[in-house]
Nanobody, 118 residues
């Protein structure tokens, strides 16, 4: 069982930046694909970004070039640096984890609210 705890959410004006963190309770953190998802009010949860190794990442189109996902395997932590934030980025952001070469993400954090005002 892997426990994930997010932090770093908050309120920011459009154009601002926030950095989310997600700490994982596992001794084999490097064996997990780490990802961020988000869910806005009235919408389905959507994929934001994932990191496989330090040099292998993927992003949804709407955040490409604005968000950066990274990981620190020594600290069992994954980060999401969010720049040039837009009101449409407002959502609850969730950290998720899965083992490499598996389909779904079985481990989820409790979520952290990000609110971007115009």
């Amino acid at each position: 069982q892997v426990q994930l705890v997010e932090s770093g959410g908050g309120w920011v004006q459009a154009g601002g930046s926030l950095r989310l963190s997600c700490a994982a309770s596992t001794r084999t953190f490097m064996n997990y694909v780490m990802a961020w998802f988000r869910q806005a009010p009235g919408r389905e949860r959507e994929f934001v970004a994932a990191i496989y190794t330090a040099s292998s990442t993927s992003y949804t189109d709407s955040v490409q070039g604005r968000f950066t996902i990274s990981r620190d395997n020594r600290k069992n932590t994954v980060y999401l640096q969010m720049n040039s934030l837009k009101p449409e980025d407002t959502a609850i952001y969730y950290c998720a984890a899965k083992m490499f070469r598996t389909e779904s993400y079985p481990y989820w954090g409790q979520g952290t609210q990000v609110t971007v005002s115009s």
